[in-house]
């Protein structure tokens, strides 16, 4: 049986190569139905209406030529799974690490990213997230700008590649949490608007036209595609992009429903199953357990913390990092998770967020230095590691993997990689490639941003700048910082107060409150472990230093219970009381 939802349409034929067309029936809800099976590779597609042009099945699995021709039909068992002891990985305690195949590797596919998967493992990483794979027009894209959200993009291997990635990641002991955009529909290529009203009219993001979670046909698209990806994949969890556009005002939000759905899917698998929410509404109601009046999601981004350490390290205080110059904001994200929590955002002009409360465990905050959109949507694309020097980066790293909330990594970071990761696209419509070369450039002319930094998203050498160069990571400070980072990674499974879950147990200080945003020190609990950063432009003594669990910097020096700190540097050390501090 096929089916179809296209209430618009007042005719359906369902086309099949060397087959004649099929006259589907109508339900009274808007689905046609007609009675063909399909074996694995059939290729399909759907004439609506008395036209003569075949559309791609709205839900396709597959799309060998790309989203504007025929869909083809794929057998999920058909696959020879081999994780069939695979129970799961928890995001507490654990740490994600964030890439976009096509960037990943010089081949830009699944298979290639699977020969790369023992560097994870010896990083230490447990969960590798995803940027949509789902299917867009085009050959290369950040994968946001989805039309087909049930398809694997073929260029990175299609279903069969994404199966057999999932499958290795899981021999090594590597959960996969798979980023899925239900907020807008990419702007080439998207045809589901003639079989019904997926878009809201009237209602738009910053991306285009809503989609209408008026309509439970649409609901429950969003809701089976979440539940594919966790059962017929095996994917381990999802990274629900930018939830604040998620215009729903049902008595049931859908991120609630998907919470739902994920739960019960959960306890009939017997592992666990992660929703991880990107947002910036700061309203921890999302991690709230339903019991409490919340949503139930898993857990949730904090951009507050990448902003205050952003600030931190670079001094940068243009835009939304204006508010983050505060002596306090490093200190209050450390021990509070957001910073604006019912305080008021010069950035948007009003207050912003209410407080996470103190019986949330910490772990339910991924939090980051780096990330896909905080470094792509710079005008050059350019990371932190092209501008910062080492100590500064080594000071980030131990910022990032002794934080109280799940760290992320983003893809090179761990190596300080000097390759940018910019825009880009390969919009096939000129007009489209024009708007969005014009937009980009324009958008960051408004900023400030000399024109000439921002590299044209259509030339294919802005996206071939942005792979990574797997040979840095064995040289210089490159391997140094790579040494660091698992260091770190080992040290944040070995000390327990590091994954400690408990607020209560976090405490922090700001030294040289006056100096530059930049040029400040912090002494940052957990428990009985302190981590102590020095960013000013002289040695800092810290007290109270009973082990020095890890230093950044071998000019580091213990005297007694003292350790002297050189500038841009840190160490992680264990405390036997209160701890005190005197400058240097």
Known sequence: MIEVWAPRADRVRLRRPGHDDHEMTARADGWWTVDVALADGDEYGFVLGDGDQARADPRSRRQPRGVHDLSAHVDHSGFAWTDADWTGRQLAGGIVYELHLGTFTPEGTLDAAIGRLDHLVDLGVSHIELLPVNAFNGEWNWGYDGVLWYAVHEAYGGPNGYRRFVDAAHARGLAVIQDVVYNHFGPSGNHLPEFGPYLREGSRNDWGDSVDLDQP????????????????????????????????????????????ASDALSAQLGRPLTLVAESDMNDPRLILPREAGGYGVTAQWSDD?????????????????????????VPKTWTGGFYHDGTFSSFRGRTHGRPVPRDVPTWRLVTFAQDHDQIGNRAAGDRLSQTLPYGRLAVLAVLTLTAPGSPMLFMGEEWGASTPWAFFTSHPEDWLADAVRTGRRSEFARMGWDQSLVPDPQDPETFRRSKLDWREAGEGDHARLLALYRDLVALRRRIPELTDPDSAHTRARVLHRDAAADRRAYRLARGAVDVLVNLTEGPLAFGDVAEVLLRTDAGAVADDDTLTLPPDSAAVVRVARHAVVTSG
């Open 217 to 260: 046909a649409v609901r429950s698209f969003i809701i089976e595609n979440a539940l594919m990806w966790l059962r017929d994949y095996h994917v381990d969890g999802l990274r629900l992009d930018a939830v604040h556009a998620l215009h729903d005002d049902g008595p049931v939000h859908i991120l609630q429903a998907l919470a739902e």
């Open 305 to 329: 913390w990448h902003h205050a350490v952003h600030v931190a390290v670079t001094g940068e205080t243009a835009g939304y990092y204006a508010d983050f110059a505060d002596p306090d904001a």
